[in-house]
Structures are given as C-alpha cells and as structure tokens.
C-alpha cells in the first residue's frame, strides 16, 4: 500500500515529461520540416516521436492508473485498443529507430559511395517508408484483438494474469508460436541493420576524427558539418535503444523464470520499457541546436 502511490507517482513523473517533450520535439520537426531548412530525416524524428508518444500513452497512463487502485476502468474494447498501441508502438519504435540509423549512415558517406544510390531524396519515399511500418506491425500484432479480455468479462481461473484491467486468454500452441517468430524475426532483421549502419558510422565518423587531428596540427582552421554532428546523436540515441531494449528482455527474462508474482512487487520492465520513450527526446533536444533554436521559439 506504501509502495503502490510511489509507483503511481514516478510513472505519472516520467510519462507527463515523455509526454510534453516528445510532442515539443514532434511539433519542432514538423515545422522545421515546412520550412526552408526541411530534410526527409525531419520526417523521420517526428514519427519517432510519434510513436514514443503511443508508446507512453498506452503504456505509460495505464500502469499509472493501475498503481493508484483506481479500480478495473477498461472495458473489453478498451483493453484491446490498449495492449495493441502498446504492442504496435513497441514495433514501430524499433523499425523507424533502424531505418533512423540507415538514412544517416547513407547521408555521411562519401559522394562517390554506392550507398548514395540508396539515399532517399524526397518525402515520398519516408512515407512509403513508415506506411510500410506501419502495416507490418499491424499485422505481427493482429493476434492480440481474439486474445485480450478484461478482467470483469472473463473467468478468472481459466486466463493468464496480463496486468490489473486485461487478461490475456490463452492461445493455441501455433498461433502462439507463428506470432512470436514473426516478432523474433522483424527485432533480428531490424536491430541487425541498425548494428550494421551504426559500425559504418563509427568508422566514418573514426576517420573523420583522424583528419581533424590532421588539420589541427596543421594550423588549420575546421568546423565539424553537421551531418556529422547529427551521425554523433543518432548513434546516441541508438546506444539508449538498444541499453533499454537489452535490460528489459534481460530482466523480463529474470523475473519470468526466477521470480514469482514479481508484477506485485516491481514495475523494473515497465519503467525500462518507457525509458526510452522519455529520454529520448530531451537527446535531440540537447544534441540539435537547430532543434533547440525551434523549440525557445514556440
């Protein structure tokens, strides 16, 4: 009873900050996006930040209301809509964080490189892009409509415990398995791509490090470009992705097999999951000043 407000509280913190500054940095992108500076990966963040806005709204706001005892407040439809953004939001942040990575490491290499071929020139080509996204996780996800219940239009006995307001009803054995494959496999494609483009970047940016040394001690005078600078952000924003991805698949792990009813004494995965929704954008923020310029502005 002690530990249940304290719980409510920090999710409450952490989902009202995620929250306001993934929309400031959502509105930033779209109006720098209108304006004479506009870039397709603009774009890109902004859905970004799009998503980690489902992300915490459908994650975030439930487990807040469910620590403070509010009592079962989802209905049936309610609880599919919740766990399916959530699901959803969980996917789109891991492909659009990939391709976030991809679309940078084509930007910085060099001129003549045969990864300027792939360079996507215009918006059309990000929203067919994230459209792709979209429907891709859409239908990994598509299981959870037939197995999502609440909690007052089921038989207790007879369901796995998902949370306070939703249950989970079990499934068949091949359906069970045919979904989880597909989510194994789109994780494994998506981070696999974004470990390759993020060592191509290192390597640039290692080389790029090396010819500034060059030139200091040659006197000359050099301001890094920005598509470097933007390289240096986008890998620390792939750092954070896959450190919060990491723990919460390690611990999830942990707490499934080694300790029991752990969901009613710690929300550790939980607050991992939305860790990265939340923090985040106050990297952008930080790292980009024409982002920052955007922002003191509105």
Known sequence: MVLDPVKGTVFLCLTGIGIMGNIL???????????????????????????NIGMLLS?????????FDFGNFLDDTSCKVVVYLARVSRGLSICTSSFLTMVQAITISPRHSRWQRLKLKTPQHILSSMLFFWILNSLISMNLPYCIKSINSVNITQIKRGGNYCYFVPESQITRWIFLTLMVLRDAVFQGAMGGASGYMVLLLHKHHQHVLYLQNSKLLYRTPPELRAAQSVLLLMLCFLFFYWADCFISLIFTFFIENYSKILYVPEFLTLGYAVISPFILIHRDEHLTKCCHTQ
């Not at 994650?59 to 620590?67: F, L, S, W």
């Open 25 to 51: 940095v959502f509105a930033s992108y779209v109006h720098m996006f209108q304006s004479t500076e506009k870039k397709p990966i603009h774009l890109i963040l902004a859905h970004l930040a799009l998503t």
């Open 59 to 67: 994650k975030g706001m439930p487990k807040t209301i469910e620590a």
